[in-house]
């Protein structure tokens, strides 16, 4: 029986350390860094050579993102991430993007509202793509003057609200030139099968849809199948130069 008994124990064992090894094998993680050819790729029809002009830009980029499913992973964001500006329906895209994991894209029409908010993480082998669809009358620039306002973006099962609030026109210095941009500070909240918070800072070029530079920190909590996965995100990108890449 003895023998028997540790022929069982042998045998789980030997299950669990398979399990191990077929969940590091099919569910490696992975952070691979784009370039500006396959991102110059996306643009139909090319690029402006003005800043602000659609076209890809480079920026300076520090910081990271973690998630906690199975046992945790991290990525470091390269110190060069990418933003592209396109053209698409009823305006401007507005894409930033860090890793071929990890993307956010905005769609801002030509009368100044936001239509959509997109989100991608890839986890593990795993996408996981969210589309906010913004309520009537959202926007991301002040409209008539206005300092403070807020809107609400949703998926199927998750809200994020957004407030937007004015902190004031301020000059940065981009490869030496000095540079008045828009200062925003947005506090996002997350309620439904994602709860969360964010902060957000962004400088913006007036009158164009070009990001100067951009700070976030953000945590969120999301209900799988598998319990509760956290996710936190924080990083710095700073606009290189004004004008476009190739340009």
């Known amino acids: 029986m003895r023998r028997r008994l540790l022929w069982i124990g042998g045998g789980l064992a030997t299950l669990v350390i398979v399990a191990a090894a077929a969940v590091t094998f099919f569910f490696r993680d992975t952070a691979t860094p784009v370039t500006e050819e396959e991102l110059a790729a996306t643009l139909a029809g090319g690029g402006g050579s003005a800043p602000g002009d659609h076209g890809l830009y480079s920026y300076a980029t520090t910081g990271f993102e973690t998630a906690d499913a199975l046992g945790g992973g991290r990525h470091d964001y390269p110190p060069e991430t990418f933003l592209t500006l396109r053209a698409e329906g009823c305006g401007t895209v507005v894409r930033w993007q860090a890793l071929k994991e990890r993307w956010e894209e905005d769609l801002i029409c030509d009368d100044g509202t936001l239509r959509r908010?997109?989100?991608?993480?890839?986890?593990?082998?795993?996408?996981?793509?969210?589309?906010?669809?913004?309520?009537?009358?959202?926007?991301?620039?002040?409209?008539?003057?206005?300092?403070?306002?807020?809107?609400?973006?949703?998926?199927?099962?998750?809200?994020?609200?957004?407030?937007?609030?004015?902190?004031?026109?301020?000059?940065?210095?981009?490869?030496?030139?000095?540079?008045?941009?828009?200062h925003l500070r947005i506090l996002s909240e997350i309620t439904g099968e994602t709860t969360g918070e964010a902060e957000m800072h962004e400088w913006v070029l007036p009158g164009t849809h070009l990001v100067v530079k951009r700070t976030v920190r953000g945590d969120n909590v999301t209900d799988t199948r598998i319990g509760d996965v956290g996710y936190h995100e924080e990083y710095e990108a700073v606009l290189t130069s004004l004008n476009p890449v190739g340009s």
Request: with cysteine; proline share 3%; net charge negative.
């Open 117 to 182: 908010i997109d989100s991608y993480h890839e986890w593990f082998g795993v996408s996981d793509l969210h589309q906010y669809r913004c309520e009537a009358g959202a926007h991301a620039y002040p409209w008539d003057g206005e300092t403070s306002w807020s809107f609400t973006c949703s998926t199927d099962v998750t809200f994020e609200t957004y407030t937007y609030d004015v902190v004031g026109i301020e000059e940065l210095v981009i490869d030496g030139e000095a540079v008045p941009t828009l």
